[in-house]
C-alpha cells in the first residue's frame, strides 16, 4: 500500500511509499485517514514516526498531474465541493475532501517527522500539521513551490507563520524557493539535522524519549498545547487548570508523583 502503518512497541510508524519521490494521490489521503484513526485510537501506542520510503523525497506533494478530479464544467466543480452527496453518489477518492479531513482530526498523540530529501507541497502541509518533533537530513528541502503553477493557499493550510516567522514564511509561500536543512534549523521547523543514514535512528531516539511517559500525561500536555495556542490568556489557563484536575483524579501512578514531590530529607 502507498501509505504503511506499523506498530512497534509504544511507536507506530507511517511510511509514505509511492515510487522515488512519494507523490500522493486522492486514495492515500484517505488512507492516511483511516490510518490515523487506528494510531489515535490505540492505547498501546504512546507516539508515531512520519517518514517517506527511500532517501530521495519524504514526499514530493501531490501528483497533480495524474491524480485530481477532472470536471466537465465549473458548475460540475463548485457543486462537488460545495454538497457531500456528489462525492458519496461517486465514492471517488478526493484529495480536498480526505486530506482536509486528515487535517481536521482531533490529533492529542505525539507525531515525530522524519525527513530525507524533498519535502513539498502537500508533504510539506501533513508535516505541519502531523508531526510536533522534526529531524531531516542534511540534503534535506522543504518548499511550496504551488504558487508557480497558480495554486496558492498553502499559508492557510499550513498556519505557518505561527510557527516561524512571518517574514520568513511569507518568502517560502510568495517565491515558491525551497529551504534548506541548516535554514529550516535557524527557523526552529526541524529540532535536529543529521547524515541521512542517521534519519530515523534520530526520529527513533526522540520517540523513545517521548514513549517512556504515560500515555494520558502525553493526551494533556498535548491538548493543552494546541488548543491553548487558538484561545486568550486567562481562557487557557482555566482550561489546562480543568485539564490537569482531571488527569490527576485519573492518573494511578500515585506512588511515583508522592516518591518525586514527598521526598524526605535524609
Known amino acids: 500500500m502507498p501509505f504503511e502503518y506499523e506498530r512497534k512497541g509504544k511507536i507506530g510508524y507511517f511510511t509514505i511509499r509511492n515510487g522515488s519521490v512519494n507523490p500522493m494521490t486522492p486514495a492515500m489521503h484517505k488512507e492516511l485517514y483511516g490510518l490515523m484513526i487506528e494510531f489515535l485510537a490505540d492505547d498501546a501506542v504512546h507516539v508515531g514516526i512520519l517518514q517517506g520510503a527511500g532517501n530521495r523525497a519524504f514526499s514530493a506533494g501531490d501528483d497533480i498531474k495524474n491524480e485530481y478530479a477532472k470536471f466537465a464544467t465549473p458548475k460540475d466543480e463548485l457543486e462537488y465541493f460545495l454538497w457531500p452527496k456528489f462525492r458519496t453518489e461517486t465514492k471517488t477518492p ?8 486528515v487535517l481536521k482530526l482531533d490529533r492529542f498523540k505525539p507525531i515525530v517527522g522524519a525527513v530525507r530529501g524533498y519535502c513539498f507541497g502537500q508533504g510539506m502541509i501533513y508535516l505541519s500539521h502531523l508531526t510536533d518533533v522534526r529531524v531531516c537530513s542534511e540534503d534535506a528541502k522543504f518548499g511550496f513551490p504551488e504558487i508557480a ?11 505557518l507563520s505561527r510557527f516561524i516567522p512571518h517574514t520568513l ?22 529540532n535536529a539535522v543529521v547524515p541521512t543514514d542517521g534519519v530515523l535512528a534520530k526520529a527513533e531516539e526522540y520517540a523513545e524519549r517521548i514513549a517512556r511517559h504515560p500515555l494520558i500525561a502525553l493526551r494533556i500536555e498535548m491538548e493543552s ?32 508523583v508522592e516518591s518525586y514531590l514527598y521526598k524526605t530529607a535524609k
Open 169 to 190: 514564511a511569507m518568502e517560502m509561500l510568495l517565491t515558491g524557493d525551497p529551504l534548506n536543512a541548516e535554514q529550516a534549523l535557524r527557523a526552529n521547523l526541524v
Open 94 to 101: 478526493d484529495t480536498f475532501t480526505w486530506s482536509r479531513e
Open 225 to 256: 498545547s494546541i488548543r491553548g495556542m487558538d484561545m486568550g490568556r486567562v481562557e487557557s489557563l482555566d482550561y489546562v487548570k480543568n485539564l490537569y484536575r482531571m488527569q490527576r483524579m485519573a492518573y494511578n501512578g500515585e506512588e511515583r
Open 149 to 159: 503553477y497558480g495554486m496558492g493557499g498553502a499559508g492557510g493550510s499550513t498556519r
